[in-house]
């Protein structure tokens, strides 16, 4: 008989009320490939449907599952080995696994922190766990499967890496049907996600996801990538559509020719992308806008030259300036991403950083997070080799919490500069003006976002002196405006 896979994604941690989020495309890809080569399979996503860990008990409880595969990020860590042993407490006899970029490079303490975890996934999860299912569908031992910590006689086993996939177009289109449809409403709107590539040619300090999917940039065919939105469009009446590549224009080329794809089967459709400021040219923007590209989310980091050449970016203040310049001339609404209290900042470099997000004149504040230092980034081995970690509680690490501190910004001055930036930025008379000159719906929306973000500050101010992770202006991630 062949194997029951259930596919978890755990809930937040207490305390933490994030944006609501897209449906896990990493679960769906998994299903997807599962589904592909007929195995029984199902999903559980915490997040989306709001499950405690009752529920997901209960729920666990009707079914038999054969392996239970849990996601995580850093943040969800700590619920995922909970998950996991509720799992081994409900069916002794299933395997656990769980995956995800922080357990890529945390293998080896998770496994000494859960008992009832017998596996870990490292980095690209869709064959290795399609192996292991296969394996254990055989009856025969999975100790040795490439891609995967595991326990093998008391000890824990670190196999080889797994080979990244090369041909991304062989992969299905991840599933989506197990997911309730109103969990596709974000902000109001029904936001179908899609990635499109893989890794990154950029080596920033801080980024996890380079390091678990690879410095080798590896793409899917534009052809592929409009056959998902074309489906998407048809069987769901899909009309807004979030890319959620690191940076989408890596390869100009490409995106050129999915935008020239998408005019081509005459598809009526918004979406919004993330992307560097060095990686587009105003040629390319003109045509996004022509395909539907309403929002570009662009990883500025700093206004400070110092800030941006100690995390290694690549970029400069100018070539921030010239992008969103050429954005805004050809009708796309350009977004700041920022990280504040990389090591090396200073109070006035973090100064300096907010004094530059104003003077791009976006229409709303972006993402502004505080510097997380995740394991298996430099960052991390930086700061903690210089005894600047505070705090290692993996439930903290929400964008939102200072995590570090150095000898040139406390995390009072941090998050006392934090704690200004909305009603800074929001209550500008220059933006005011601005706002209300637009007039229409356009003013409105913007006049009520930024009252919203005054209220949300003042709350945070007075409860707990610090702003919440589910605060607005730095999570609104791809919004489609």
């Known amino acids: 008989m062949k194997p029951l896979v259930i596919l978890v994604n755990p809930p937040y941690p207490a305390g933490s009320f994030l944006h609501p989020p897209f449906p896990s495309l990493g679960l769906g890809y998994l299903a997807a490939v599962l589904e592909k080569n007929n195995y029984s399979v199902d999903v559980i996503d915490c997040q989306t449907i709001k499950f405690t860990y009752e529920d997901f008990r209960n729920e666990i409880g009707k079914r038999k599952p054969d392996v239970v595969g849990i996601t995580s990020t850093i943040l969800t860590y700590k619920p995922a080995l909970r998950i996991a042993k509720i799992a081994k407490e409900m ?36 064959y290795t766990l399609l192996e292991l299912v296969q394996r254990l569908h055989l009856g025969k031992d999975y100790y040795d499967v490439l891609g995967t910590t595991c326990r093998k006689n008391k000890e824990i086993a670190r196999n080889p890496d797994r080979p990244f996939i090369e041909n991304l177009d062989e992969l299905p289109f991840p599933d989506r049907h197990f997911w309730p449809i109103e969990c596709l409403q974000k902000y109001g709107t029904m936001v179908f996600s899609l990635v499109t590539s893989r890794g990154c040619v950029q080596w920033c300090n801080f980024c996890i996801e380079v390091r678990a999917h690879g410095r080798k940039y590896r793409v899917r065919s534009p052809g592929n990538v409009v056959d998902e939105l074309e489906f ?42 993330e992307t560097r400021v060095d990686m587009v040219t105003k040629g390319l923007l003109t045509k996004m806008k022509e395909a539907g590209c309403v929002d570009i989310w662009f990883g500025i980091e700093s206004g400070s030259k110092k800030v941006l050449e100690a995390i290694k970016k690549g970029i400069t203040p100018e070539q921030t300036m010239r992008a969103f310049k050429w954005a805004k ?33 976006p229409d709303y504040l972006g993402c502004y997070t505080l ?41 009072k001055e941090l998050m006392e500069i934090y704690d200004q ?61």
């Open 91 to 126: 069916h002794p006899k299933c395997i656990t696994v769980v995956g995800g970029p922080h357990v890529s490079f945390w293998d080896r303490e998770a496994l000494q922190e859960c008992q009832q975890l017998d596996v870990v996934v490292r980095k690209e999860g869709e």
């Open 232 to 273: 998407l469009y048809k069987t769901y009446d899909a009309k807004y559509f979030a890319f959620l590549d690191d940076a989408f224009t890596i390869d100009q080329r490409r995106a050129m020719e999915i935008c020239e794809e998408i005019k081509k089967r005459k598809l009526e459709l918004k979406w919004a992308c």
């Open 329 to 361: 001339e050809v009708g796309i609404k350009p977004n700041p991403n920022v990280i504040l209290g990389v090591p090396g900042e200073t109070r006035e470099t973090a100064l300096e950083t907010i004094r530059f997000v104003e003077k791009l004149i």
């Open 371 to 411: 510097a997380t230092p995740y394991p298996g980034t430099p960052m991390y081995d930086d700061v903690r080799e210089k005894g600047w970690l505070k705090v290692t509680d993996f439930d903290k690490y929400d964008n939102a919490t200072p995590i570090f501190e150095t000898p040139m910004l406390s995390t």
């Open 421 to 481: 930036i909305p009603q800074r930025f929001y209550f500008r008379p220059i933006y005011i003006l601005r706002m209300f000159s637009k007039g229409g719906l356009s003013g409105l929306r913007a006049t009520r976002t930024a009252f919203g973000y005054f209220i949300i500050a003042i709350r945070s101010k007075l409860s707990r002196n610090k702003l919440p992770p589910d605060r607005s202006y730095s999570n609104a991630h791809l919004r489609i405006n």
